[in-house]
Protein backbone atom coordinates (compact mmCIF):
# COMPACT_ATOMS: atom_id res chain seq x y z
CA UNK A 1 0.00 0.00 0.00
CA UNK A 2 1.29 3.42 -1.03
CA UNK A 3 1.31 6.19 1.76
CA UNK A 4 -0.52 8.80 1.03
CA UNK A 5 -1.77 12.38 3.34
CA UNK A 6 -4.14 11.43 5.96
CA UNK A 7 -6.98 14.01 7.06
CA UNK A 8 -8.60 13.32 10.18
CA UNK A 9 -11.90 14.54 11.87
CA UNK A 10 -11.69 15.96 15.20
CA UNK A 11 -12.54 14.13 18.84
CA UNK A 12 -14.74 17.10 20.35
CA UNK A 13 -14.26 17.91 24.27
CA UNK A 14 -16.94 20.24 25.87
CA UNK A 15 -15.35 21.86 29.21
CA UNK A 16 -16.51 24.05 31.65
CA UNK A 17 -14.55 27.33 29.82
CA UNK A 18 -15.73 26.29 26.25
CA UNK A 19 -17.77 28.71 23.64
CA UNK A 20 -18.47 28.10 20.18
CA UNK A 21 -15.90 29.45 18.43
CA UNK A 22 -14.57 26.28 16.84
CA UNK A 23 -17.62 26.39 14.75
CA UNK A 24 -17.68 29.97 14.54
CA UNK A 25 -13.57 29.86 13.06
CA UNK A 26 -13.78 26.64 11.33
CA UNK A 27 -17.20 25.19 11.02
CA UNK A 28 -16.44 22.66 13.25
CA UNK A 29 -20.21 20.52 13.88
CA UNK A 30 -19.26 20.95 17.76
CA UNK A 31 -21.05 19.27 20.24
CA UNK A 32 -22.82 21.96 22.62
CA UNK A 33 -22.16 25.60 23.38
CA UNK A 34 -19.52 24.79 25.55
CA UNK A 35 -17.01 23.28 23.41
CA UNK A 36 -13.69 23.72 24.85
CA UNK A 37 -11.68 21.39 22.62
CA UNK A 38 -11.14 19.69 19.65
CA UNK A 39 -8.09 16.73 19.24
CA UNK A 40 -8.07 17.69 15.86
CA UNK A 41 -4.55 15.18 15.42
CA UNK A 42 -5.12 12.86 18.20
CA UNK A 43 -4.33 8.62 19.31
CA UNK A 44 -4.75 9.07 23.01
CA UNK A 45 -7.52 7.31 24.40
CA UNK A 46 -9.45 9.67 26.01
CA UNK A 47 -10.00 11.06 22.66
CA UNK A 48 -8.45 9.33 19.04
CA UNK A 49 -9.11 11.86 16.09
CA UNK A 50 -9.87 9.25 12.73
CA UNK A 51 -8.50 9.19 9.15
CA UNK A 52 -11.29 11.19 7.15
CA UNK A 53 -10.15 9.91 3.41
CA UNK A 54 -8.66 7.36 1.27
CA UNK A 55 -8.56 3.62 1.99
CA UNK A 56 -8.26 3.83 5.72
CA UNK A 57 -11.14 6.13 6.28
CA UNK A 58 -12.91 5.53 9.88
CA UNK A 59 -9.12 3.79 11.07
CA UNK A 60 -7.21 5.65 13.71
CA UNK A 61 -3.38 6.67 13.69
CA UNK A 62 -2.92 3.34 16.04
CA UNK A 63 -4.17 1.04 13.72
CA UNK A 64 -1.97 2.64 10.80
CA UNK A 65 1.13 2.29 13.60
CA UNK A 66 0.48 -1.63 13.54
CA UNK A 67 -0.32 -2.04 9.47
CA UNK A 68 1.98 0.58 8.52
CA UNK A 69 4.88 1.61 11.12
CA UNK A 70 6.65 3.03 8.31
CA UNK A 71 5.23 5.52 7.69
CA UNK A 72 5.93 7.12 10.50
CA UNK A 73 9.46 6.95 11.61
CA UNK A 74 12.39 4.73 10.53
CA UNK A 75 11.89 2.52 13.64
CA UNK A 76 8.50 1.20 15.42
CA UNK A 77 6.93 3.29 17.55
CA UNK A 78 5.02 1.46 20.60
CA UNK A 79 2.85 4.53 21.08
CA UNK A 80 1.70 7.66 18.59
CA UNK A 81 4.32 11.07 20.57
CA UNK A 82 2.28 13.78 19.59
CA UNK A 83 -1.01 15.50 19.94
CA UNK A 84 -2.64 18.49 18.64
CA UNK A 85 -5.80 20.39 19.69
CA UNK A 86 -7.53 23.72 19.07
CA UNK A 87 -8.99 25.21 22.29
CA UNK A 88 -11.68 27.69 22.64
CA UNK A 89 -11.24 29.82 25.69
CA UNK A 90 -14.47 31.41 26.52
CA UNK A 91 -13.70 31.70 30.01
CA UNK A 92 -9.95 31.38 32.28
CA UNK A 93 -8.96 27.47 32.32
CA UNK A 94 -7.39 26.76 35.54
CA UNK A 95 -3.80 27.31 36.67
CA UNK A 96 -2.26 23.90 36.31
CA UNK A 97 1.05 21.89 35.74
CA UNK A 98 1.97 19.22 34.25
CA UNK A 99 4.52 16.19 35.04
CA UNK A 100 7.83 15.06 32.91
CA UNK A 101 7.87 11.46 31.72
CA UNK A 102 9.28 9.97 34.44
CA UNK A 103 6.67 10.88 37.55
CA UNK A 104 3.69 10.68 35.00
CA UNK A 105 5.41 7.40 34.36
CA UNK A 106 5.40 6.44 37.93
CA UNK A 107 2.11 8.06 39.35
CA UNK A 108 -0.04 8.02 36.41
CA UNK A 109 0.11 4.43 35.47
CA UNK A 110 3.22 4.47 32.79
CA UNK A 111 1.49 7.98 30.85
CA UNK A 112 3.89 10.36 28.86
CA UNK A 113 4.57 13.62 30.78
CA UNK A 114 3.13 16.78 29.06
CA UNK A 115 5.40 19.44 27.38
CA UNK A 116 3.33 21.88 25.07
CA UNK A 117 3.71 25.03 23.05
CA UNK A 118 0.86 27.57 21.73
CA UNK A 119 0.24 29.34 18.88
CA UNK A 120 -2.21 31.90 19.33
CA UNK A 121 -4.92 31.74 16.84
CA UNK A 122 -6.94 33.98 18.14
CA UNK A 123 -7.11 36.50 20.94
CA UNK A 124 -9.59 39.14 22.43
CA UNK A 125 -8.50 42.88 22.92
CA UNK A 126 -6.81 42.65 26.45
CA UNK A 127 -6.53 39.00 26.59
CA UNK A 128 -3.66 37.41 29.06
CA UNK A 129 -2.47 33.96 29.95
CA UNK A 130 -0.86 32.30 33.61
CA UNK A 131 2.80 31.99 32.46
CA UNK A 132 4.49 31.04 35.41
CA UNK A 133 5.41 32.42 38.99
CA UNK A 134 7.33 34.34 41.11
CA UNK A 135 8.41 32.00 43.91
CA UNK A 136 12.20 31.79 44.18
CA UNK A 137 12.09 28.87 46.64
CA UNK A 138 10.47 25.57 47.21
CA UNK A 139 9.61 26.89 50.64
CA UNK A 140 7.90 30.22 48.97
CA UNK A 141 5.98 28.16 46.63
CA UNK A 142 4.34 26.19 49.36
CA UNK A 143 3.89 28.97 51.50
CA UNK A 144 1.74 31.11 48.80
CA UNK A 145 -0.25 28.31 47.17
CA UNK A 146 -1.09 27.00 50.59
CA UNK A 147 -2.21 30.40 51.79
CA UNK A 148 -4.04 31.18 48.53
CA UNK A 149 -1.58 34.42 47.52
CA UNK A 150 -2.30 33.79 44.17
CA UNK A 151 -1.92 37.46 43.11
CA UNK A 152 1.50 37.42 44.67
CA UNK A 153 2.14 34.15 42.65
CA UNK A 154 1.26 34.38 39.17
CA UNK A 155 2.44 35.91 36.42
CA UNK A 156 0.13 36.86 33.95
CA UNK A 157 1.53 38.37 30.45
CA UNK A 158 -0.59 39.85 27.41
CA UNK A 159 -1.04 38.31 23.87
CA UNK A 160 -1.74 38.87 20.94
CA UNK A 161 -3.22 37.21 17.44
CA UNK A 162 -0.26 35.16 16.52
CA UNK A 163 2.16 34.78 19.27
CA UNK A 164 3.89 31.84 20.22
CA UNK A 165 4.79 30.06 24.00
CA UNK A 166 6.49 26.90 25.15
CA UNK A 167 5.42 25.60 28.04
CA UNK A 168 7.44 22.84 29.14
CA UNK A 169 6.85 20.42 31.91
CA UNK A 170 6.68 21.79 35.67
CA UNK A 171 5.77 25.47 34.16
CA UNK A 172 2.59 27.12 35.59
CA UNK A 173 0.26 28.14 33.33
CA UNK A 174 -3.40 29.07 32.45
CA UNK A 175 -5.34 30.05 28.83
CA UNK A 176 -7.13 33.38 29.53
CA UNK A 177 -10.65 34.12 28.83
CA UNK A 178 -11.30 35.31 24.90
CA UNK A 179 -8.48 33.14 23.57
CA UNK A 180 -8.29 30.41 20.69
CA UNK A 181 -5.33 28.36 20.49
CA UNK A 182 -3.79 25.71 18.21
CA UNK A 183 -1.59 23.40 20.40
CA UNK A 184 1.18 20.97 20.03
CA UNK A 185 1.71 18.55 22.70
CA UNK A 186 3.21 15.09 24.53
CA UNK A 187 0.92 12.72 23.85
CA UNK A 188 -0.68 12.67 27.08
CA UNK A 189 -4.02 13.72 29.09
CA UNK A 190 -2.16 14.42 32.67
CA UNK A 191 -3.59 17.48 34.32
CA UNK A 192 -2.35 18.61 37.88
CA UNK A 193 -5.03 21.55 39.07
CA UNK A 194 -3.77 24.24 41.03
CA UNK A 195 -6.23 26.97 41.56
CA UNK A 196 -9.67 26.98 39.73
CA UNK A 197 -11.09 30.51 40.59
CA UNK A 198 -13.54 28.54 43.15
CA UNK A 199 -15.92 28.07 40.53
CA UNK A 200 -18.32 25.29 40.44
CA UNK A 201 -19.51 23.04 37.75
CA UNK A 202 -23.25 21.48 36.29
CA UNK A 203 -23.42 19.55 39.16
CA UNK A 204 -22.84 22.25 42.02
CA UNK A 205 -19.33 21.24 43.01
CA UNK A 206 -15.87 22.72 42.99
CA UNK A 207 -13.90 20.68 40.51
CA UNK A 208 -10.87 18.76 41.95
CA UNK A 209 -7.36 20.00 42.24
CA UNK A 210 -3.85 18.12 43.01
CA UNK A 211 -2.04 20.95 45.44
CA UNK A 212 0.16 17.89 46.32
CA UNK A 213 1.66 17.03 43.00
CA UNK A 214 1.46 20.45 42.05
CA UNK A 215 4.28 21.05 44.18
CA UNK A 216 5.66 18.13 43.75
CA UNK A 217 6.22 18.85 39.97
CA UNK A 218 6.40 22.65 39.71
CA UNK A 219 9.97 24.01 38.81
CA UNK A 220 10.90 26.37 40.96
CA UNK A 221 12.45 29.15 40.35
CA UNK A 222 10.24 30.10 36.90
CA UNK A 223 12.59 30.33 33.85
CA UNK A 224 10.95 31.73 31.04
CA UNK A 225 11.77 29.80 27.98
CA UNK A 226 13.53 31.54 25.04
CA UNK A 227 11.84 31.92 21.70
CA UNK A 228 13.68 32.83 18.93
CA UNK A 229 11.68 32.72 15.51
CA UNK A 230 13.58 32.17 12.91
CA UNK A 231 12.34 32.53 9.15
CA UNK A 232 13.51 30.72 6.28
CA UNK A 233 12.48 31.72 2.52
CA UNK A 234 11.71 28.52 -0.01
CA UNK A 235 10.38 30.39 -2.83
CA UNK A 236 6.80 29.92 -2.36
CA UNK A 237 6.90 29.05 1.05
CA UNK A 238 8.38 31.12 4.37
CA UNK A 239 8.71 28.89 6.87
CA UNK A 240 9.29 30.67 10.80
CA UNK A 241 10.85 28.15 13.30
CA UNK A 242 9.69 28.89 16.71
CA UNK A 243 10.58 25.98 18.48
CA UNK A 244 13.09 23.14 18.13
CA UNK A 245 12.59 21.48 21.69
CA UNK A 246 13.28 17.82 23.10
CA UNK A 247 9.82 16.30 22.16
CA UNK A 248 9.01 18.30 19.12
CA UNK A 249 10.14 20.67 15.69
CA UNK A 250 7.42 23.27 15.36
CA UNK A 251 7.02 26.13 12.55
CA UNK A 252 4.50 28.12 10.85
CA UNK A 253 4.01 27.88 6.98
CA UNK A 254 2.99 30.85 4.58
CA UNK A 255 2.51 29.67 1.47
CA UNK A 256 2.35 31.77 -1.38
CA UNK A 257 2.08 30.00 -4.47
CA UNK A 258 3.92 26.46 -5.47
CA UNK A 259 6.47 25.09 -3.06
CA UNK A 260 7.86 21.76 -3.60
CA UNK A 261 8.95 19.63 -0.88
CA UNK A 262 9.80 16.11 0.42
CA UNK A 263 9.10 14.46 3.44
CA UNK A 264 11.74 13.49 6.95
CA UNK A 265 12.80 10.91 8.64
CA UNK A 266 9.67 11.56 10.61
CA UNK A 267 5.69 12.44 10.02
CA UNK A 268 5.10 15.97 9.51
CA UNK A 269 1.36 17.04 11.01
CA UNK A 270 0.12 20.22 9.37
CA UNK A 271 -3.15 22.46 10.71
CA UNK A 272 -4.24 24.96 8.35
CA UNK A 273 -5.50 27.98 9.86
CA UNK A 274 -6.44 30.08 7.25
CA UNK A 275 -6.74 30.48 3.44
CA UNK A 276 -6.85 27.41 0.95
CA UNK A 277 -4.78 25.58 -1.56
CA UNK A 278 -4.00 22.25 -2.77
CA UNK A 279 -1.20 19.63 -1.51
CA UNK A 280 -0.06 17.16 -4.44
CA UNK A 281 2.00 14.41 -4.50
CA UNK A 282 2.78 11.56 -7.01
CA UNK A 283 -0.31 9.36 -6.62
CA UNK A 284 -3.17 12.11 -6.03
CA UNK A 285 -3.86 15.55 -4.77
CA UNK A 286 -6.31 16.64 -1.97
CA UNK A 287 -7.82 20.08 -1.31
CA UNK A 288 -6.88 21.98 1.70
CA UNK A 289 -8.96 24.56 3.20
CA UNK A 290 -8.95 26.70 6.84
CA UNK A 291 -9.70 23.86 9.94
CA UNK A 292 -7.91 20.98 8.01
CA UNK A 293 -5.50 19.24 9.40
CA UNK A 294 -3.35 16.54 8.32
CA UNK A 295 -0.42 14.08 8.88
CA UNK A 296 2.21 13.60 5.47
CA UNK A 297 3.77 10.23 6.15
CA UNK A 298 7.85 9.32 6.11
CA UNK A 299 7.59 7.42 3.52
CA UNK A 300 5.47 9.99 0.92
CA UNK A 301 8.52 11.35 -1.03
CA UNK A 302 7.92 14.24 -2.89
CA UNK A 303 5.03 16.33 -2.61
CA UNK A 304 3.97 20.05 -3.93
CA UNK A 305 2.00 22.50 -1.43
CA UNK A 306 -0.22 25.07 -3.83
CA UNK A 307 -2.26 27.80 -3.18
CA UNK A 308 -2.36 30.67 -0.14
CA UNK A 309 -2.71 29.78 3.35
CA UNK A 310 -0.93 29.18 6.55
CA UNK A 311 -0.40 26.54 8.71
CA UNK A 312 1.45 25.24 11.89
CA UNK A 313 3.53 22.74 10.99
CA UNK A 314 5.27 20.10 13.82
CA UNK A 315 7.84 16.74 13.39
CA UNK A 316 9.93 14.90 15.72
CA UNK A 317 13.39 15.93 16.53
CA UNK A 318 15.78 14.03 15.20
CA UNK A 319 17.28 11.78 18.88
CA UNK A 320 12.88 11.17 18.80
CA UNK A 321 13.35 9.68 15.69
CA UNK A 322 16.19 7.36 16.56
CA UNK A 323 14.61 5.95 19.89
Not at 230 to 253: C, D, H, S
Request: charged letters at 25%; proline letters at 5%; one cysteine or more.
Amino acid sequence: MQAYPLLFTPSYHERIWGGTRLKDFFGYPIPSHNTGEAWVISDHPNGRSTIANGVYQGKTIQDLLLKHPDWFSMHRMQRFPILVKLLDAQDDLSVQVHPDDDFAAIHENGEMGKSECWYIVHAEPGAEIVYGHTAESQEELVSKIKSGRWKDLLVRVPVRTGDFFYIPNGTIHALGKGIVVLETQQNSDTTYRAYDYDRIDASGRKRELHIDKVLQVTKVPFATPLITARVKEYGALKATNYLQGPYFTVEKWTVRGTHSGKTRESFILVSVLSGSGRLVWTDGEIPLQKGDHLLLPRTLGRYQLCGEWEAIASWLPEQKIAA
